[in-house]
C-alpha cells in the first residue's frame, strides 16, 4: 500500500523531450491529442503510433516504466474494447449466443477504439512522465495568466494544484500507517463494509483529515514565515525560456498532425 | 509469549523478490543475491532472534536499518518474504494466527497520537477492547484500568475530546489505547520521540513500570542512554542484518563498530572508553553517569594523595 507507482508519475532523465518549455509542452500534449482524434482510419492511426512511439525514444523512458505507468487505465481501454464488440454490429457474424453477438464490424471498432485510447492516454502520460509537478503547475499557472486579467485567480490556482499534488503520496503513506495502527487494535475493514463498516472508515478518516489540517496548518506558517504573499512580483529560480527544443517539438506534433490527415484521404 | 523469527527476509516487493531469491538464492549463491538484485529494496536479511517472555528488549540501528519493519513482523502486520516469525511455535502468517496474536502483543506505533479518532477518550480506549468483542462491563473496567495505568484520571478525562487534550496527554490516551486490550508484549516504536525532557523522564518511568508489572516489552529507540539504561538485551540493526546481540554490556563494548553503523555507545560509556585510552583504569562493563563519577573520583583521589605522598 502506498509505494505503488501513480498513474504517469515523473521519471527522470535527460532527454530532448524532459528538457523542453512545460508550458510548450502542455500544449503540445494537448495538440497531440487532438491530432490522434483526427486519425480516422487504420492507416492514420498506424501514423499516429510511429509518430508517439518516436516521441516515447526520444524522451528515453523505459518501455517498461511506459507499461507501468499505463496499467491502471488499461481495464478503461479493455473494458471500452469490449463495449465495441458487443454493441457494434455488421459484416460476417462469428459467434452469436442470445443477446451476444460478435462481428466482424465489431472487432475492428474494438481494435480501433482500443488503439485510439490507448495512443491518447499514451500522449497524456508523456506530459506527466517528463515534467515534474512543480513544472507542471508552473506551466497551467503562465497558460492561465491572460485569463488573469479578468479575475481568474490563475496563480493561486496553480498553487492550489501543487500542494494538492504534493501531498497525495504523503497522505496514502499517513493512511497506511493509521491503517495498521487500527489494524494493531483489531480493526476490521474488510469484514463487511455495509454492517458497521460506516464506524470503522472514521477510525481511518478522523486521523486522516486531522493529520491533514495540521499539515495544511504547518505549511501556511512555514510559507508565510518565507514572505509569501501570493503571485505578484514572484520570481522564479528557473525562468521558463523557449529554447531550440521546443521549436523540434512543435514541429514534430505539427507534422504528425498532417500526417495523419494526409493518410486520412489516402 | 515467546517470539521468535526465524531466518525472516522482507523485501517490499514481496513475491516477485522472493522469486528471484529462489531462483538464485541456491546454495553458496544465496549470500551473493543480495546484491545482485538491486532493484529489490530487502529492508530485513536473514534475521534470526528471540523475544523471550518477561524481558525489556531493545532494538537500536540508524534510520532506513528496518526497525520499523521489523516490529511490523511481531504482530502479523506484515509477513516476511522468506523465513517465518512464530509466537509460541505458532506461524504468524498463517491464517486466523495473526488476528489472535494481535490481542496478545500490543504495537504503539511512533506518534501514535495520530491515530485517534474517536469523539471521547472513553470511547477512543475502548476501541480495542470493543473489536475484541468484550461485554459492556468488561470493555468499561479494562478502560478504567488502562487509564490508570498510563496515569490519566478518568473522572476529568473521560469525557473529554482527545483533541482537546496536550500532546503528552494524547500519547497517554493513544498508549491507553493499546494497554486496554491487555497485551502480553508491548512493542513500542519510538515512545519518547518528540518529547520535552521532563515527558521523556515520565514516558520512560511509565514504560519501566509495564514491565516491572510483568509484560514482555520491546522498544525501539535510537537513544542508547535510554536502552542501557532499560534494557535486558538489544538487538543492533544496520540495513536490515542482525549487527549485533545481546546485553548492553555486550553491545555497547564494541564503540568503534556501532559508530560503523551510525550509532554511538552511550554518552557515559563513551567518556568511560576515552579516559581509558588516556590511562585511567575503569573495570566496570557498563557506566552510567554515577558509577561513572565514582570511579573516576576514586582515581583522582588516588592520584591526587600519590602527588601529595611525592612532594612530602
Known amino acids: ?266 | 509469549m515467546r517470539l521468535a523469527f526465524d531466518d525472516v527476509s522482507y523485501s517490499y516487493d514481496g513475491a516477485k523478490a522472493a522469486e528471484k531469491k529462489g531462483r538464485r538464492g541456491k546454495g553458496a549463491q544465496r549470500e551473493a543475491a543480495w546484491g545482485n538484485a538491486p532493484d529489490a529494496a530487502w529492508a530485513l536479511r536473514n534475521v534470526t532472534f528471540a523475544v523471550e517472555p518477561g524481558e525489556f528488549f531493545g532494538v537500536a540501528g540508524h534510520t532506513g536499518s528496518g526497525k520499523s519493519t521489523l516490529i511490523q513482523h511481531m504482530n502479523g502486520l506484515v509477513h516476511p518474504t522468506c523465513g517465518r516469525v512464530t509466537a509460541d511455535g505458532e506461524d504468524l502468517a498463517e491464517k486466523g494466527v495473526g488476528a489472535r496474536v494481535r490481542q496478545r502483543v500490543g504495537l504503539v506505533f511512533q506518534y501514535p497520537e495520530n491515530q485517534l479518532f474517536a469523539a471521547t477518550v472513553y470511547d477512543d480506549v475502548a476501541f480495542g477492547p470493543r473489536n475484541m468483542k468484550l461485554g459492556a462491563d468488561e470493555v468499561d473496567r479494562r478502560v478504567r484500568e488502562a487509564m490508570a495505568l498510563v496515569g490519566l484520571s478518568f473522572d476529568d478525562l473521560a469525557e473529554r475530546s482527545p483533541f482537546d487534550l496536550s500532546g503528552g496527554q494524547q500519547r497517554r490516551v493513544a498508549f491507553a489505547g493499546v494497554l486496554a486490550m491487555e497485551p502480553e508484549m508491548l512493542v513500542l516504536d519510538e515512545p519518547v520521540a518528540g518529547l520535552d525532557p521532563l515527558s521523556r523522564t515520565d514516558f520512560l518511568a511509565l514504560i519501566a513500570s509495564f514491565h516491572t508489572r510483568g509484560m514482555t516489552v520491546v522498544m525501539v529507540s535510537h537513544s542508547m542512554e535510554d536502552l542501557a539504561a532499560l534494557a535486558d538485551r538489544i538487538l543492533v540493526l544496520s540495513e536490515g542484518r542482525v549487527f549485533a546481540l545481546g546485553t548492553p554490556e555486550e553491545v555497547f563494548a564494541d564503540g568503534a563498530g556501532l559508530r560503523s553503523v551510525g550509532l554511538g555507545a552511550p554518552a557515559p560509556e563513551a567518556f568511560a572508553a576515552s579516559l581509558r585510552e588516556a590511562g585511567f583504569s575503569l573495570p566496570a562493563a557498563l557506566y552510567d553517569e554515577a558509577t561513572l563519577a565514582a570511579d573516576i573520583a576514586a582515581q583522582l583521589g588516588a592520584a591526587g594523595e600519590q602527588g601529595g605522598e611525592g612532594r612530602g
Open chain 1, 1 to 266: 500500500m502506498g509505494d505503488r507507482a501513480i498513474i504517469g508519475q515523473y521519471w527522470p532523465a535527460e532527454s530532448l523531450v524532459h528538457a523542453m518549455d512545460p508550458r510548450v509542452k502542455f500544449l503540445l500534449s494537448l495538440g497531440l491529442m487532438a491530432a490522434v482524434f483526427c486519425a480516422a482510419t487504420p492507416a492514420s492511426l498506424a501514423v499516429a503510433a510511429l509518430f508517439v512511439a518516436a516521441f516515447y525514444a526520444a524522451s528515453r523512458i523505459p518501455l517498461l516504466q511506459a507499461v507501468r505507468a499505463l496499467a491502471p487505465l488499461l481495464v478503461l481501454v479493455v473494458l471500452t474494447a469490449l463495449l465495441n464488440v458487443l454493441f457494434v454490429q455488421g459484416g460476417t457474424v462469428y459467434f452469436e449466443f442470445g443477446i451476444i453477438c460478435i462481428s466482424e464490424k465489431g472487432i475492428q471498432s474494438a481494435a480501433f477504439i482500443g488503439c485510439r485510447l490507448l495512443l491518447l492516454l499514451m500522449g497524456m502520460s508523456l506530459l506527466t512522465l517528463t515534467t515534474t509537478t512543480l513544472d507542471i503547475t508552473a506551466a497551467f499557472e503562465r497558460l492561465l495568466a491572460p485569463a488573469a486579467r479578468i479575475g481568474v485567480p490563475a496563480h493561486e490556482l496553480g498553487m492550489i494544484l501543487g500542494i494538492a499534488l504534493r501531498f497525495l503520496p504523503q497522505f496514502m503513506t499517513e493512511l497506511g500507517v493509521i491503517y495498521r495502527a487500527q489494524v494493531s487494535r483489531g480493526a476490521h475493514f474488510n469484514v463487511n463494509p455495509f454492517k458497521g463498516g460506516v464506524s470503522t472508515l472514521t477510525a481511518l478518516m478522523v486521523p486522516l483529515f486531522a493529520s491533514a489540517f495540521r499539515h495544511a496548518e504547518t505549511l501556511s506558517a512555514a510559507m508565510e514565515a518565507r514572505c509569501y504573499h501570493g503571485g505578484a512580483g514572484r520570481t522564479r529560480l528557473v525562468p521558463l525560456r523557449l529554447t531550440w527544443r521546443d521549436g523540434v517539438g512543435t514541429a514534430a506534433v505539427l507534422a504528425m498532425a498532417a500526417a495523419i490527415i494526409i493518410v486520412n484521404f489516402l
